[in-house]
């Protein structure tokens, strides 16, 4: 199992428009094989991922879907500070 965590620090003005992006990208992922969990939170302008697969090629798959690097490009404009991706293992 393979554990990502990907933070978004949204420009107040853009927070929406981020969240409507952001939803979509979750419906689109949840849609995929080896997509185990991928979970979206929100602390104000702040939205986290969480997410969980199954395994490296399925996420190598993930990573290359149009939608995902559609959103990457897009979203670019609308964070104050870069994306910030964390690939985790469980400890406990």
């Not at 981020?18 to 302008?45: G, P, W």
């Not at 199954?54 to 964070?79: C, K, M, R, T």
Request: charge should be negative; proline fraction near 2%.
């Amino acid at each position: 199992m393979i554990s990502i965590t990907a933070i978004f620090n949204s420009k107040a003005e853009h927070a929406e428009k981020l969240q409507d992006m952001l939803n979509h990208l979750v419906t689109e992922t949840r849609k995929e094989t080896a997509c185990v969990r991928y979970d979206l939170h929100q602390s104000e302008n702040v939205f986290i991922l969480w997410e969980e697969w199954q395994d490296q090629p399925g996420l190598d798959l993930h990573n290359n879907q149009s939608y995902l690097l559609d959103f990457i490009a897009q979203s670019e404009a609308l964070v104050s500070t870069p994306i910030q991706v964390y690939k985790t293992t469980q400890i406990l």
